[in-house]
């Protein structure tokens, strides 16, 4: 009598477990589907936007980047996968000035790490999500970051070469009327002070005067460089009035 006790009781249990499972079996029939059918939806696959495929150089609508050639990508990569070449080239004001000949990027020993991307001081990298990057040839991996000819030089207007001349103008005439402020401070001697007459300090004063006067004129319009001037000269008549007190 036991057994056939045990017979259905093994029986029931059997007939819940079946039913469970077929309970999950039914609930996958109506659950959406993960499964990718790729290469025949590549079109619109879904990809993370964190994911990192291959290092890019960023370019605008006019085809422009922004990266200096400073080399920074480069010394921060812990295994070589960057190599800069640079070209040093002329400025229109005789100056010299680095530029980005060729930017080489080998993806086959890029460990995705990002190190290059967060230390760029100019926000000129990214890493893509194009994760279709494979090849027959190793060869193949090392890519060419800059592939749009490299643009000349820009020149600047005649307005923008007149303002920077007129900027160093003025910061010459302003050095000027310091100097001459500090130097008629420091070699007038007390004695030879208390002599002069008026007319005499005067003319003595007036080339500072003078530089002084150029410097403002050649800073008009641009408040920041007169700024600059008016501290500068103020600060040297400061220095030649506590020189007389101290004589």
Same mark, same amino acid.
């Given at each position: 009598?036991?057994?056939?006790?045990?017979?259905?009781?093994?029986?029931?249990?059997?007939?819940?477990?079946?039913?469970?499972?077929?309970?999950?079996?039914?609930?996958?029939?109506?659950?959406?589907?993960?499964?990718?059918?790729?290469?025949?939806?590549?079109?619109?696959?879904?990809?993370?936007?964190?994911?990192?495929?291959?290092?890019?150089?960023?370019?605008?609508?006019?085809?422009?980047?922004?990266?200096?050639?400073?080399?920074?990508?480069?010394?921060?990569?812990?295994?070589?996968?960057?190599?800069?070449?640079?070209?040093?080239?002329?400025?229109?004001?005789?100056?010299?000035?680095?530029?980005?000949?060729?930017?080489?990027?080998?993806?086959?020993?890029?460990?995705?790490?990002?190190?290059?991307?967060?230390?760029?001081?100019?926000?000129?990298?990214?890493?893509?999500?194009?994760?279709?990057?494979?090849?027959?040839?190793?060869?193949?991996?090392?890519?060419?970051?800059?592939?749009?000819?490299?643009?000349?030089?820009?020149?600047?207007?005649?307005?923008?070469?007149?303002?920077?001349? *007129? @900027?160093?103008? =003025?910061?010459? $005439?302003?050095?000027? #009327?310091? /100097?001459?402020?500090?130097? &008629?401070? +420091?070699? !007038? %001697?007390?004695?030879?002070?208390? *002599? @002069?007459?008026? =007319?005499?300090? $005067?003319?003595?004063? #007036?080339? /500072?005067?003078?530089?002084? &006067?150029? +410097?403002? !004129? %050649?800073?008009?319009?641009?408040?920041?460089?007169?700024?600059?001037?008016? $501290?500068?000269?103020?600060?040297? /008549?400061?220095?030649?009035?506590?020189?007389?007190?101290?004589?």
């Amino acid at each position: 009598m036991g057994s056939v006790k045990d017979y259905f009781s093994n029986l029931g249990s059997g007939l819940a477990s079946l039913l469970k499972g077929m309970q999950v079996t039914g609930k996958e029939f109506v659950t959406p589907k993960i499964t990718e059918e790729y290469p025949d939806n590549r079109d619109n696959l879904p990809v993370a936007d964190r994911f990192r495929a291959v290092l890019t150089l960023k370019y605008d609508d006019q085809g422009n980047h922004k990266c200096i050639a400073c080399g920074t990508c480069e010394r921060v990569c812990p295994n070589s996968t960057i190599s800069l070449d640079i070209k040093t080239v002329d400025t229109w004001d005789g100056k010299k000035k680095k530029k980005l000949d060729k930017y080489h990027y080998d993806l086959g020993s890029c460990t995705f790490c990002q190190l290059c991307v967060t230390n760029c001081p100019t926000d000129a990298l990214e890493f893509s999500n194009d994760f279709e990057q494979a090849v027959f040839t190793r060869g193949k991996l090392v890519k060419l970051l800059n592939y749009l000819p490299e643009k000349e030089e820009p020149q600047p207007t005649p307005e923008e070469i007149a303002r920077m001349k *007129a @900027e160093k103008e =003025a910061k010459i $005439a302003a050095a000027k #009327a310091a /100097a001459e402020a500090k130097k &008629a401070a +420091a070699g !007038a %001697a007390p004695a030879a002070k208390s *002599a @002069e007459s008026p =007319a005499d300090t $005067a003319k003595a004063a #007036a080339p /500072a005067n003078d530089a002084a &006067a150029k +410097a403002l !004129a %050649a800073a008009a319009g641009d408040p920041v460089k007169e700024a600059k001037i008016r $501290a500068a000269l103020e600060k040297a /008549a400061a220095l030649k009035a506590q020189r007389q007190k101290e004589n």
